[in-house]
């Protein structure tokens, strides 16, 4: 099994940058792909990020391209989320997630969820 935890969230300018963290115990974290979803009030959890297990794939949702790097180090057991000139519509609860089928876009893939990070955008 394995353990997620995620820090960095917080509230921010539009504009700002957040690094968001994910610190996995247990389950062979450098063989598994990780993701990063979120999910704003009201609406679906929808995904952010993937990164493979070896961290040389990436895939990003369209709304964060190009301004959002993923990235994952095997040594520390950690994956990040760095989110440059953020939105307000990027307010949400961010989660990440040790998938079982690779770097995909897709939910059902990931089989180990973090509780979750709040990052509020204000205009």
């Known amino acids: 099994q394995v353990l997620l935890a995620e820090s960095g969230g917080g509230l921010v300018q539009a504009g700002g940058s957040l690094r968001l963290s994910c610190a996995a115990s247990?389950?062979?974290?450098?063989?598994?792909?990780m993701g990063w979803f979120r999910q704003a009030p009201g609406k679906e959890r929808e995904f952010v990020s993937a990164?493979?297990?070896?961290?040389?794939?990436?895939i990003f949702e369209d709304s964060v391209k190009g301004r959002s790097t993923i990235s994952r180090d095997n040594a520390k057991n950690t994956v990040y989320l760095q989110m440059n000139s953020l939105k307000p519509e990027d307010t949400a609860v961010y989660y990440c997630?040790?998938?079982?089928?690779?770097?995909?876009?897709?939910?059902?893939?990931?089989?180990?969820w973090g509780q979750g990070t709040q990052v509020t955008v204000s205009s």
């Open positions: 997630a040790a998938s079982d089928r690779g770097a995909t876009a897709d939910w059902r893939d990931y089989v180990y």
């Open positions: 247990g389950g062979a974290f450098s063989r598994r792909a």
């Open positions: 990164i493979s297990w070896n961290g040389q794939s990436t």
